[in-house]
């Protein structure tokens, strides 16, 4: 296809992670029925996984593809995520500045689609993402903490909007199947989660599953990392641990569960938009910042007193007996009119 109709795509792709591989797919199949007159190139740890998985083009991080895709394409987009922050590394910040800063100097589009902002913790990280925020020619937001964040980080620029998480766009109608009786558990590395932790944290889980005639499914959701903690469960009961081999088969267990516990913030987000209880463990504020107004006194501290863990566990399941509350609807509607806003602006900045 000519020059003008290639957009290049940036996020933590093809690492095997659960929510930057579906954030991917909602934001291609949201981008594909507005126009089909594009073509997408998809940076990734590996190409050709992404290649076969989401129908794109694909080129390796920082290589000499990578450099003549930013130079021959329209545009970059950022994908999905929380890609300006320090936590993770200051290497995965300055990369993600360094391809954008490198797209502007080629005098592309830089697009930031459904971000969220920080923790920025560093005075050069501070620096990196106020000049990747005011070179943009559009970023949305997936929470209003972020949006707050930017503005007093990089001005009240006009290319900022308040949006949504991209994954608020699908809808688990599309998958068919029954719900089965299950309680999906996640959990991911994290310093609080200690033995003693993990263990307990597995008893009142295994207890609260027998109590309420479920089955507990320890899910991976970043392959490579989420093995370790959730291995308590094996220690501790004998329960086997569940690693889909891609994302699609583990948002089928997250909806089609009857209630899902985790720590990682698309897990919650797609325990609710399949219609289930859910419990989060906040362990970055991230998760707070996107779901507080959804789950409210159902998330907890990483490591929650084993009463408390079962006292909400109770609770969450009592609340939902008729279906999700009335609350939780209303939440997941707005999200997902947030969302659809958002993909309009992007739309319009592309140039349809």
């Known amino acids: 296809m000519g020059q003008e109709k290639t957009f290049l795509i940036v996020g933590y792709f093809g690492a095997s992670n659960f929510g930057d591989d579906w954030s991917l797919a909602c934001f291609l199949s949201a981008i594909r029925n ?3 007159s594009f073509e997408w190139i998809v940076i990734s740890r ?3 996984r992404t290649r076969s998985e989401f129908s794109v083009g694909s080129v390796p991080r920082l290589t000499v593809a990578t450099l003549k895709s930013l130079r021959t394409c329209s545009g970059l987009i950022a994908v999905g995520g929380s890609l300006l922050q320090d936590t993770t590394s200051l290497r995965s910040l300055i990369y993600y500045s360094l391809i954008a800063l490198i797209a502007r100097r080629f005098r592309k589009k830089v697009i930031l689609v459904g971000q969220g902002l920080g923790p920025l913790r560093r005075k050069v990280a501070l620096y990196l993402a106020s000049t990747v925020l005011r070179s943009a020619t559009l970023v949305t937001f997936r929470d209003p903490a972020s949006l ?14 308040l949006s949504a998480d991209l994954t608020f766009l699908d809808q688990p109608e599309r998958t068919g199947g029954e719900k089965k009786n299950l309680l999906v558990v996640n959990l ?3 310093a609080a989660l200690t033995e003693r932790r993990l263990k307990d944290l597995t008893e009142t889980v295994v207890g609260q599953a027998r109590r309420l005639k479920m089955t507990v499914v320890p899910l991976v959701l970043h392959d490579g990392q989420d ?7 094996t220690n501790y009961a004998g329960i086997e641990i569940i690693c889909p081999t891609g994302w699609q088969e583990k948002l089928s267990y997250l909806w089609r569960s009857q209630f899902v516990l985790s720590m990682r913030l698309h897990g919650l987000i797609a325990g609710l938009t399949g219609g289930s209880p859910v419990v ?3 362990y970055d504020p991230k998760v707070s910042a996107v779901l507080k107004d959804a789950l409210q006194d159902k998330l907890l501290p990483v490591s929650p007193a084993p009463a408390s ?9 009592d609340e939902w007996k008729a279906g999700p509350p009335e609350a939780v609807n209303d ?3 707005h999200q997902r009119h947030l969302a659809e806003c958002g993909m309009e602006l992007v739309q319009a900045a592309v140039g349809y």
């Open 148 to 161: 707050s964040f930017a503005r007093r980080l990089a001005g009240s620029m006009p290319s900022f909007h």
């Open 331 to 333: 939440f997941l509607s």
């Open 280 to 282: 989060g463990l906040a």
């Open 309 to 317: 863990l079962a006292q909400v566990i109770a609770r969450a399941m």
């Open 227 to 233: 093995e370790a903690p959730l291995s308590s469960f």
């Open 46 to 48: 590996s190409p050709d």
């Open 34 to 36: 507005r126009s089909d």
């Open 188 to 190: 991911r590395p994290f």
